[in-house]
């Protein structure tokens, strides 16, 4: 959840999660606006697991999700920009 | 396309305190020098910066002290090559980049580099340790510091070293409700037992103590309790974590029967110290050497902070974890050293030797600490049979036991049959892990296992970054070891 106290934050966008609303700011990375939307997981591995944030800074490729059409993408390193589109990654529209 | 490689004195690959020491010291002395750097804002984890759009003035401590080291770096003409990653090294001191947010290929050269790669987090594979809320202690710092978001409503973190302490009273401060914090090593029981070495090591560490004693009092203050020789041992939830199972450890930091406890949280943030990130200095060809109480294998480095390969320098974490202090002190060191070779300017000498004394001191603490938090071996045996090791391409601890017993005794021989370390982290995450049950498995040295072995490209980049490379000399410099 974001922290309202002492924050300023940028200018409310809206960026869409598998066609879904979601609000976040400019400056706002993906990854954490995905958490601020109550959101743990946006990935599902080929084998079941979900899978969201991990390292947080861009190592470990845990957070990737397809964005504006282009896949893999570490969402933790992605600033958010208005309109995004967000697809959540699952083992059936990339392993079958 | 860029056919020309990008020509600069002294190029510099990363921008935390030890990468943006360098480049300032290099800069001062009069030469070129361009920064990479794979993230937006310059200042590594260390000095990491609010969100630019709404606070682009911090006034905290540290972020105030990066951004006044970045701003000496641009009036000294430093170039940043920002959301840049170096994925190639190749010989004639030449990186081979490519910046993200522009989709550019990269090729660089230049007449001495200093690597400052920083470190990767260590963390601890246990049954469930990949659900989601099961995160970094850095990813939390991040998303507290840049993006001032709580990772959660109810964190517990686990693991080793002040950055725990730190972060828990960060969270605290931030609003977080802090439900334990757990410390697997017993640290007082050190500093009584070498009461004089406890001592000279603090010696002239005024800021580290007052910052580890206000985050210690912000704990108490709040009822956050700290628990020392305690750890984590599971953690449980179904789409996400919902509890930990936590045990008191023993001095091997195995749990001990019978303590087992319970503890709801939606966030369990890990950090079990850091190991230097090796890549570059592989692929240039530089000798590594194991040395446990720096976080694994590091260069060797000459007082200059030089390696085997003439012009290549390697500086802070990623050469050896030592902390901030000591990353400023080796930058400026590596800085004024390269600057003296690429510009022929003796004169640079004095400075350099003045450095010395500042260098022993911090060296001095980073021996010191090492003692206090190193993980046991128990850390290395919580995983269950099914408990995945390699997070990207899913391989269990069972696989890579039955790997190793079938003959794959090398960690080439491991990630060859399993997969393991082939996945997008390019065994980042995992390298530790594996490496832990090599050795336990084959009962071979952690220093003969060794680690894996970096490959061009170090880090996944788009196809279109091949682009840049020209065909003459574009051999890498490791394979021609």
Request: hydrophobic share 40%; with cysteine.
């Amino acid at each position: 959840m974001r922290i309202e106290a002492n924050t300023r934050r940028g200018q409310p966008v809206t960026i869409y999660v598998d066609g879904t609303p979601v609000q976040a700011y400019t400056g706002e990375t993906v990854a954490p606006a995905l958490l601020a939307s109550g959101r743990r997981a946006w990935r599902v591995t080929p084998w079941g697991e979900p899978r969201g944030l991990f390292c947080g800074i861009g190592i470990c490729f845990d957070c990737t999700a397809t964005v504006n059409g282009v896949p893999y993408v570490r969402t933790c390193q992605t600033p958010v920009a208005e309109g995004m589109v967000i697809e959540t990654e699952r083992p059936l529209e990339r392993d079958q | 396309m860029n056919p020309e490689p990008v020509h600069t004195d002294i190029a510099v690959v990363g921008a935390g305190p030890a990468g943006l020491s360098a480049a300032v010291a290099a800069a001062v002395a009069g030469a070129s020098v361009t920064v990479i750097d794979a993230y937006s804002q310059p200042g590594g984890q260390y000095f990491r910066q609010p969100n630019p759009a709404v606070d682009p003035d911090p006034q905290e401590p540290r972020p105030r002290a990066g951004r006044e080291l970045r701003h000496k770096a641009e009036a000294a003409g430093v170039r940043f090559l920002n959301r840049t990653v170096v994925w190639g090294a190749f010989e004639d001191l030449r990186l081979a980049a490519y910046r993200e947010d522009t989709a550019q290929a990269i090729e660089l050269q230049a007449d001495a580099i200093i690597l400052a790669p920083g470190t990767y987090e260590r963390v601890a594979a246990f049954p469930g340790w990949t659900l989601p809320g099961v995160i970094t202690t850095g990813a939390a710092q991040t998303l507290l510091k840049e993006q001032r978001l709580l990772p959660g409503q109810r964190i517990i973190l686990a693991g080793t070293g002040p950055l725990q302490l730190v972060t828990a009273a960060a969270l605290v401060k931030a609003g977080a409700q802090v439900v334990a914090v757990l410390e697997g090593a017993s640290p007082g029981e050190a500093i009584l037992r070498q009461p004089g070495q406890t001592l000279a090591a603090v010696w002239g560490q005024s800021t580290r103590l007052k910052e580890g004693w206000q985050s210690w009092r912000t704990l108490k203050k709040a009822g956050v309790p700290y628990h020392r020789g305690w750890g984590i041992i599971a953690a449980e939830g179904k789409d996400s974590l919902q509890a930990v199972r936590i045990a008191r450890l023993d001095r091997q930091w195995r749990p001990i029967p019978g303590t087992e406890r319970r503890l709801e949280a939606d966030t369990l943030c890990l950090n079990y110290g850091f190991t230097p990130a090796t890549e570059l200095a592989q692929l240039f060809g530089v000798q590594l050497h194991w040395r446990p109480a720096q976080g694994g294998f590091v260069p060797r480095r000459d007082e200059q902070m030089q390696t085997n390969v003439p012009g290549l320098f390697i500086v802070g974490d990623g050469a050896g974890v030592g902390g901030a202090e000591l990353a400023m002190v080796e930058g400026q060191i590596a800085g004024l050293a390269a600057a003296r070779q690429v510009l022929g300017d003796s004169t640079l000498t004095r400075r350099i030797e003045a450095l010395q004394p500042a260098l022993r001191r911090e060296q001095r603490f980073q021996q010191f600490y090492a003692r206090l938090f190193t993980p046991g071996p128990g850390l290395d045996e919580l995983a269950a049979g099914d408990t995945p090791i390699c997070r990207c391409e899913g391989v269990s601890k069972a696989t890579i036991v039955q790997t190793i017993h079938a003959g794959a005794d090398t960690m080439h021989a491991v990630k060859a049959v399993t997969r393991c370390g082939m996945g997008n982290c390019q065994g980042r995450v995992c390298g530790p892990l594996v490496a832990a049950i090599l050795a336990q498995e084959t009962g071979q040295s952690p220093e003969r296992v060794g680690q894996f072995r970096a490959r061009t490209p170090i880090f996944p980049v788009p196809l279109t970054a091949f682009t840049v490379l020209t065909t003459e000399g574009a051999e890498s410099a490791e394979s021609r070891n």
